[in-house]
T-cell receptor, first 111, second 115 residues
């Protein structure tokens, strides 16, 4: 995970937008992923983006990719209490199959 | 995550015992990956297997750890003579083929506690 950096904690109010940021270092990564982990559960694939794209939108989720700066962000619109979880950014390693994960951003949504 | 099945969900072992963790991939998936998550850390890749073959075990400790994915049955991650430092959550993921265009789908993990 040392190649993928994320802020550790984010707190937002219900109904606001959340933006979770991630920086990565492997410029050869062609796909970047966002996973969600709820307490005691596994990782749920939220979305992923191909590196030749700048943006991908899927309902309340918007992924922005700045390949020049190796910066990836996940925006959650109209954040709900059920969105409280840990969000992991991941990139493909040089092998093409092993994923490198950040340490995760813990999102807390308050009423 | 009903697709990738891991068991047990929780496993408690005493130092020196053996731990066996099982993973059944999603239907139609023949590629299995094991990751370890230490407390407050991200997931670290351990091993990648296809049926009856270990493709890459570069992330797995050289001693005490082994993995298999037999022709029939689940993939097994085996830890012999466990130590306190083995306490972690172990996640299995699967994909239909390999490569960057194939997202990995994860199970709910096995939480291993060493007394």
């Amino acid at each position: 995970g040392e190649d993928v950096e994320q802020s550790l904690f984010l707190s937002v109010r219900e109904g606001d937008s959340s933006v979770i940021n991630c920086t990565y270092t492997d410029s050869s990564s062609t796909y970047l992923y966002w996973y969600k982990q709820e307490p005691g559960a596994g990782l749920q694939l939220l979305t992923y983006i191909f590196s030749n794209m700048d943006m991908k939108q899927d309902q309340r989720l918007t992924v922005l990719l700045n390949k020049k700066d190796k910066h990836l962000s996940l925006r959650i619109a109209d954040t709900q209490t059920g969105d409280s979880a840990i969000y992991f950014c991941a990139e493909n390693s040089n092998s093409g199959y092993a994923l490198n994960f950040g340490k995760g951003t813990s999102l807390l949504v308050t009423p | 995550n009903a697709g990738v099945m891991q068991n047990p969900r929780h496993l408690v072992r005493r130092r020196g015992q053996e731990a066996r963790l099982r993973c059944s991939p999603m239907k139609g998936h023949s590629h299995v990956y094991w990751y370890r998550q230490l407390p407050e850390e991200g997931l670290k890749f351990m091993v990648y297997l296809q049926k009856e073959n270990i493709i890459d075990e570069s992330g797995m400790p050289k001693e005490r750890f082994s993995a298999e994915f037999p022709k029939e049955g689940p993939s097994i991650l085996r830890i012999q003579q466990v130590v306190r430092g083995d306490s972690a959550a172990y996640f299995c993921a699967s994909s239909p083929t390999t490569g960057e265009s194939q997202p990995q789908h994860f199970g709910d993990g096995t939480r291993l506690s060493i007394l």
